[in-house]
């Protein structure tokens, strides 16, 4: 779920807004293909700087996780593949959290 992100963590926030969306992504809320939120959106949700976006966007974009087309926008990758371990590790650590509660 996208959420502004907490200023007082710690943690920077363009890496809060990375994890943000990779999380999105692997949790299959955001399917390979499809076009993420317009960066003037993205900053609002996130309440940061647009410069905060576009450097997370960036970095999503290094490590594969999205693509860009310049005055489109952003998408995720087509060619994304998820090892069927690192899913199955993450369902895993859901079904534990929902456990604990």
């Known amino acids: 779920m996208l959420r502004p ?14 994890n943000m969306i990779k ?7 955001i399917n390979p293909g499809e076009q993420l939120l317009p960066v003037r959106k993205l900053k609002e949700i996130f309440q940061v700087n ?4 576009l450097k997370a966007l960036e970095k999503l974009k290094l490590e594969g996780y999205i693509t860009s087309e310049q005055g489109i926008g952003y998408f995720v990758s087509k060619e994304l593949q998820i090892a069927p371990t690192i899913m199955a590790e993450v369902k895993e ?3 534990n959290l929902k456990a604990q509660k």
């Open 23 to 29: 999380a999105e992504i692997l949790l299959g809320k």
């Open 5 to 18: 992100v907490d200023k007082h963590s710690g943690i920077p926030s363009y890496i809060q807004i990375v």
């Open 50 to 53: 647009i410069n905060t976006v």
């Open 93 to 95: 650590a859901i079904k």
